[in-house]
């Protein structure tokens, strides 16, 4: 089959004058930079498993965290990376194309299917985006408890179950809820900005303009939620109960409430807080795994254009071989293939 | 200076190239792979969603699927998409030996250490 080294006796091939691998300079020199590139990632994912591993906490798990698809409401467990995991794959497959198109001399094919894979990078850079985006925003947000408490809450079969909770403990917010409770704060934000709100003022004179306020955004202070949820992200279980997802509503819902430790509220991720776990390692191991390779996905794309371009303007044909497609090539695939480990670390298992 | 990784008598020699019947032959094999990637994507994720996540033994087997499954997978990308397959025998060990050699020993301490510290933590409660 092609592709299958012609046998060389050993005096020859080791004797100098060609390389024992028989690959070029420029290959080879590629394939070692993936090595210690790899290793990096390695280093990351293995870290990764080190925090998560040594941890007492629960910690949270792909499904519950990600299962949103953008303009849509309700549940879709990880649909939205598989899909994000099968762009990549498929302009994987285009760059491969380029590649065996590049082997037989082949421009146009070489143009077609490497301008896919940009394409395709440009797919999967925009997912990206919006995953992070839908990470740092969260949905309903959280806040931690000052003081222990004792609460009933509702399991998903109806059942009641009394909940200890110590301090520091996460308590989430319906979407709902959270939302419009985060738009409040924000609003009192707002009410600060006196020449903001001047425009709308003028006409209905100082009075009016306090009412007009408080129509749109209602006092984050006096807002009381009726349902909170426990164990959002975690999945947790004590002998036969199922306690994930608990809901608490009524007085004891107002209790946790009251209880709020002071600006423990968050909505989403950042770089001190995250309402998804007790352990702010796993946003920055989210935000540092992705984003770095992420930030492989970009350079790829741009090292792409260039090659494209050079493509295009028939570089490659007057140098007579393409090989250059071939370089960048193993360059992409092994960006899809670390997503293929980042997919399985931190979204399945 | 004459360059002396130009390689003579390889099919992958920078000036050898593939006739369109060759071409026809390894782009059948990619689209294969290609099926085959996207279906083992597709068991992850039912995978992922179908069973509960919990620590009895189930879960346990679920979770060494999935690595087995990521494994078969970067192998078909490194294997084929990479063609490091195809390549001389010493250079697909001078990529493959090392990395693994580290990243083994590298998954073997981490992991020990990880279990360590979850037990101390629970020691000190």
């Known amino acids: 089959m092609a592709g299958h080294a012609k046998p060389i006796s050993k005096e020859e091939l080791w004797g100098g004058g060609q390389s024992p691998f028989s690959i070029t300079y420029g290959k080879m020199m590629m394939w070692y930079f993936l090595v210690s590139d790899a290793l990096t990632f390695g280093g990351l994912l293995t870290a990764y498993g080190v925090i998560r591993h040594g941890s007492s906490e629960p910690w949270p798990v792909g499904e519950q965290v990600f299962e949103a698809l953008p303009g849509l409401t309700g549940s879709y467990p990880l649909m939205y990376v598989a899909l994000m995991t099968f762009i990549l794959i498929i302009s994987s497959v285009t760059m ?13 094919g070489v143009v077609k299917w490497l301008g896919y894979t940009i394409i395709g990078g440009f797919f999967f850079l925009g997912s990206q985006a919006w995953e992070w985006s839908h990470f740092i925003h969260g949905s309903g947000g959280g806040f931690q408890l000052e003081s222990p408490i004792t609460v009933t809450a509702e399991m998903k079969n109806g059942e009641k ?21 985060e738009h409040a704060m924000e609003g009192h934000g707002e009410e600060a900005h006196a020449g903001h709100g001047d425009a709308h003022g003028d006409a209905h004179g100082a009075a009016g303009h306090g009412e007009h306020a408080d129509a749109h955004h209602a006092d984050a202070s006096t807002m009381v939620p009726e349902r909170l949820i426990l164990n959002k992200y975690v999945l947790v279980r004590e002998g036969d109960n199922d306690l994930h997802k608990l809901v608490v509503s009524g007085e004891d819902a107002k209790k946790l409430w009251a209880n709020m430790s002071p600006n423990s509220v968050v909505f989403g991720a950042n770089l001190s807080k995250n309402e998804y776990a007790v352990q702010q390692q796993y946003a920055d191991f989210f935000f540092f795994v992705t984003g770095f390779h992420g930030f492989h996905v970009f350079s790829g794309v741009v090292i792409n254009i260039i090659v494209w371009l050079m493509a295009l303007r028939g570089v490659f044909e007057r140098r007579g071989h393409y090989e ?10 092994f960006v899809d293939l670390v997503w293929v480990f980042v997919f399985t670390f931190f979204y399945l298992v | 200076m004459e360059r002396d990784d130009l390689i003579v008598n390889d099919s992958y020699a920078v000036n050898a190239t593939h006739t369109e019947e060759e071409g026809k032959k390894i782009r059948k094999k990619l689209y294969m792979v290609t099926v085959l990637l996207t279906l083992i994507t597709v068991v992850e994720v039912f995978m992922g969603v179908a069973f509960k996540r919990n620590e009895t033994f189930t879960w346990e087997v679920i979770k060494l699927g999935f690595i087995v499954l990521t494994v078969v997978k970067a192998a078909y990308i490194v294997l084929v998409f990479m063609h490091l397959g195809e390549e001389r025998r010493n250079l697909k060990y001078v990529i493959l030996l090392p990395y693994a050699l580290f990243i083994l020993y590298l998954i073997f301490i981490g992991l ?7 037990d101390a933590q629970n020691i000190f409660k």
């Open chain 1, 96 to 108: 491969v194309l380029a590649v065996e198109a590049g082997h037989r001399n082949d421009k146009k």
């Open chain 1, 161 to 181: 179950v009394q909940m200890n909770l110590a301090t520091g403990s996460w308590v989430h917010m319906e979407s709902e809820f959270g939302h419009a409770y």
């Open chain 1, 324 to 333: 250059m497609i071939e370089k960048i090539g193993l360059y992409w695939h």
């Open chain 2, 112 to 118: 020990r250490e990880g279990i360590s510290v979850h």
